[in-house]
Nanobody, 123 residues
Framework: VQLQASGGGLVRPGGSLRLSCAAS????????IGWFRQAPGKERAFVAA????????YYADSVKGRFTISRDNAKNTMYLQMNSLKPEDTAVYYC?????????????????WGQGTLVTVSS
């Protein structure tokens, strides 16, 4: 099983980035998928999650209205569109997959993780 996150980079405040997470070795449509982030010196935190079929999405309050999570099960890929980025969004972003029934915000529930992609928001 492999999750490959990509799309990170350096962006100015107010800018946008789109992260992608491509999966291989698992039946993608059986998994709820989430994005988490970890800033230096902080614990890994929930960002967004999406249910198996894509019909339900969940967001941390800090990103609601600015970030949009989506998935394309035919391509085994998930996306995180990030708009109006702020310096406090700077972190390593991880995608993860969870086989549980309900979508979870708890990183301990996710059994598969990507390697992370760094997002830096700075002027």
């Amino acid at each position: 099983v492999q999750l490959q996150a990509s799309g990170g980079g350096l962006v100015r405040p107010g800018g946008s980035l789109r992260l992608s997470c491509a999966a291989s070795g698992l039946s993608w449509h059986y998994y709820n998928i989430g994005w988490f982030r970890q800033a230096p010196g902080k614990e890994r935190a929930f960002v967004a999650a999406i249910s198996r079929g894509g019909g339900s999405t969940y967001y941390a309050d800090s990103v609601k209205g600015r970030f949009t999570i989506s998935r394309d099960n035919a391509k085994n890929t998930m996306y995180l569109q990030m708009n109006s980025l702020k310096p406090e969004d700077t972190a390593v972003y991880y995608c993860a997959a969870d086989s549980g029934i309900a979508v979870s915000r708890d990183p301990a529930r996710y059994g598969y993780w990507g390697q992370g992609t760094l997002v830096t928001v700075s002027s």
